[in-house]
């Protein structure tokens, strides 16, 4: 096990992130690209693909806001950090993303609640064989997802300033 170390673990999964969106951002450019061309050409299309096309964008948009948190470009307020000294805004991040990381732990635990409500009450929508419920795991997929890189984030914040290397 002397080849894994966490950095390189996190480096890999980052990049699977990065390939799935890439992938989803195809896949929609491309059936939205083919309803538009069979409209104009046939004057029809196919039936499954813009409720599909729906749960894409929505896939689409909560990972690529998991890659963004990841990145550290989420939408943020910041109203006192340039007013502050540099330890203290340091330990301000450290705080929030902790403060961030328990939101999205309960966004999670929500979310993973609502899949099992509707696996076991819903009589959703079936596209592709699919259940509503299957394509609704998005939420706490992308919700664990963030909560993960708040964590890391705070972990780093917290292992930079104990060796002096705060950011």
């Keep these: 096990m002397a080849g894994f170390s966490p950095e ?7 990049k699977v ?19 538009i061309g069979l ?21 689409a948009g909560l990972l690529g806001a998991a890659v963004a948190t990841r990145r550290g470009q ?12 540099d330890l203290l ?26 899949v099992i409500n509707e ?8 596209i592709l064989g699919m259940s509503s419920w299957q394509l609704n795991l998005i939420f706490p997929i992308s919700f664990g997802l963030i909560s993960l890189h708040f964590l890391v984030d705070a972990v780093s914040g917290i292992r930079e300033t104990i060796s002096g290397k705060a950011r």
């Design 17 to 35: 992130e990065e390939t799935v969106l890439s992938l989803l951002l195809l896949l929609m450019i491309t059936l939205a690209c083919l309803q």
């Design 39 to 59: 409209r104009m050409l046939f004057s029809s299309g196919i039936s499954w693909a813009d409720p599909l096309l729906r749960y894409l964008v929505l896939w």
């Design 8 to 14: 390189k673990i996190l480096s890999g999964w980052y």
């Design 119 to 126: 696996a076991s009450f819903g009589n959703g929508q079936i």
């Design 89 to 114: 805004t340091h330990w301000l991040r450290i705080a929030t993303e902790f403060l961030s990381l328990a939101v999205c732990l309960f966004l999670t635990y929500a979310s993973v609640v609502f």
């Design 74 to 85: 989420h939408i943020a307020i910041d109203l006192v950090s340039h007013l502050l000294p």
